[in-house]
């Protein structure tokens, strides 16, 4: 008899498309706030930042997710089971919180197995037939103590964990560059905007309008291609408060503050957030200092001058 097989994938673009028992998990933990005692806390954590910025019904995310993150405890009943997981950082950073959970049932040991991305292109792009031919590449214990320290430091109130891991030989092949382009989205001691940030405010300087937007930052972003979701958050933020950077109101042209900050005339002082683990804003202590390409706990000012002048 046939070993049962679950597939586990951070979205529904495969349902229907791979073999086995269907897994989801969308939390969508390359943003927002991963806090919190699991299961309970985290994910009325989650549950509040993902229907607050993604205009969903609470109860409806923390029902869904809540389900999503029970639904793992059955994965032991299965013998093979398949991690549908690409290069990007979405999921990467969803495959560490999922790796983050396995590590603690070490009798899965030998059952996992992770699908080859070939870091160009989305499996849901691949044709049927080259879908199927995919080989699984059995997933070595030491791989998934690997994505569990990389979720711990990925949840850390200090990033300096996460530099240093994303410096070093990993055992999953696409883990350190996706998560050097999420400590990337911590300000810059140069202008104290993130990097996504900077991408959407030169893009729509050169008259992108949504659309367009979209495309320019997929194109010119594959390690962390934005969902019009997560662009739509990205815009808001911008453009809200008497200070905001670009217009309130579509199409989105930089305001005169927006201009001198791309300039380089004028710094942006984010409003409160978290990035992951690390506070973003006038609280926060950690920036991403581009010269010296990791990150930096001292002033922007000292930042700037010391490191960059």
Not at 213 to 241: Q, W, Y
């Amino acid at each position: 008899m046939a070993e049962a097989t679950a597939s586990i994938r951070c979205g529904d673009d495969l349902r229907g498309r791979v073999p086995g028992d269907y897994f989801c998990l969308a939390d969508p933990v390359c943003q927002g706030p991963v806090h919190g005692e699991f299961p309970a806390e985290y994910v009325s954590r989650r549950a509040a930042f993902v229907a607050g910025h993604y205009a969903h019904d609470v109860a409806a995310v923390r029902a869904r997710l809540g389900a999503e993150y029970t639904a793992l405890r059955g994965l032991p009943e299965y013998g093979r089971i398949l991690l549908w997981f690409e290069h990007d950082l979405w999921d990467q950073a969803v495959l560490i919180r999922l790796l983050s959970l396995l590590a603690d049932w070490p009798n899965l040991a030998g059952r996992l197995f992770l699908m080859p991305a070939d870091g160009v292109r989305p499996f849901a792009l691949l044709p049927q037939d080259e879908l199927e031919a995919l080989v699984p590449e059995p997933l070595p214990w030491s791989a998934v103590e690997a994505g569990a320290e990389a979720w711990r430091a990925f949840a850390a109130e200090d990033p300096t964990a996460l530099d240093s891991l994303s410096r070093r030989a990993l055992p999953l092949p696409h883990l350190a560059r996706a998560m050097r382009r999420h400590l990337q989205d911590l300000p810059w001691v140069t202008d104290g905007l993130g990097l996504t940030e900077r991408r959407v405010m030169q893009a729509l300087a050169e008259g992108a309008d949504e659309a367009a937007l979209l495309r320019a930052l997929e194109a010119g972003d594959p390690v962390f291609p934005l969902t019009d979701l997560i662009l739509r958050d990205v815009v808001k933020r911008l453009s809200t408060g008497t200070r905001r950077l670009i217009g309130r109101d579509a199409p989105h042209a930089p305001t005169p503050r927006g201009a001198a900050i791309l300039a380089g005339q004028a710094r942006y002082v984010p409003a409160p957030r978290f990035q992951a683990g690390v506070v973003v804003g006038p609280g926060g202590g950690w920036w991403w200092n581009p010269r010296a390409a990791g990150v930096t706990n001292l002033p922007p000012g000292r930042g700037a001058m010391g490191l960059l002048g």
